[in-house]
């Protein structure tokens, strides 16, 4: 995925959730961020970012802000991007796992539930659901930063599918690179790493990748190792 217009900044300030501050060409704009997450040890004070001016001149925020240097890395911000990610990756036939699919859908509905993706081949049918990763410690990349009841809500359902004879994923799309290994973080939530556990003991295969990462661009890169 690549985004366009995309300027440089420093970051001052989050007034909330939505709007951070950032000094581009030293003017203070406003930008939108496009992660609703806590992000406390991404937007600090003084760190170099990235912003995309949006094409809508009347918007009442001028750009999205997508990327924040944290030390050595560059890491992709934006809620949206995994999803655009993997979908462009499962669409181009490179997550071995399905292979060339012949039909992928997303936002897929299954019973109740929706999915990120379904993927279809000739010998399996497989419902996706996709998780980004911002947190990273030590070179250990951790999900999810907050607590989430709604991902336990998705793992469980994941494991439905299989009772049904579908294949089930849950991808974690880490957004930076050079991360050592993925792990699920017990200490925000502990009841989340439990739940990925005991899913993936009833069949679902979960994944996690990190990406290439770029000021203007993001793009699956290559498969890391996840300890539980």
Sequence with gaps: ???NNVRKGIFRSR???????????????????RNTGRCKELLVSGRAVYASKADNPNRSTKYDL??????????????????IAFGEYLRNGNFLEIGNANRVKAEAKYGASRFDFYAE????KA??????????????AMFPDAPTERGIRHL???????????????????????VSRFTPNFKTHAAFGETLSKVMDLGVKALAYDCKVTPDSMSIARLIQITL
């Design 1 to 3: 995925m690549v985004y």
């Design 15 to 33: 007034p909330n959730r939505f709007v951070a501050e950032v000094e581009i060409d030293g003017a203070v704009e406003f930008c939108h961020v």
């Design 66 to 83: 997508i990327a924040v240097h944290k030390g050595g890395l560059l890491i992709n911000m934006d809620s949206q991007a995994p999803n």
């Design 121 to 124: 081949t000739d010998k399996a």
């Design 127 to 140: 419902f996706i659901e996709v998780k980004g990763v911002t947190l990273e410690e030590n070179g250990i």
């Design 156 to 178: 469980n359902e994941l494991a439905s599918c299989i009772s049904d004879g579908y294949d089930a994923y849950v991808v974690f799309v880490i957004q930076m690179e050079g």
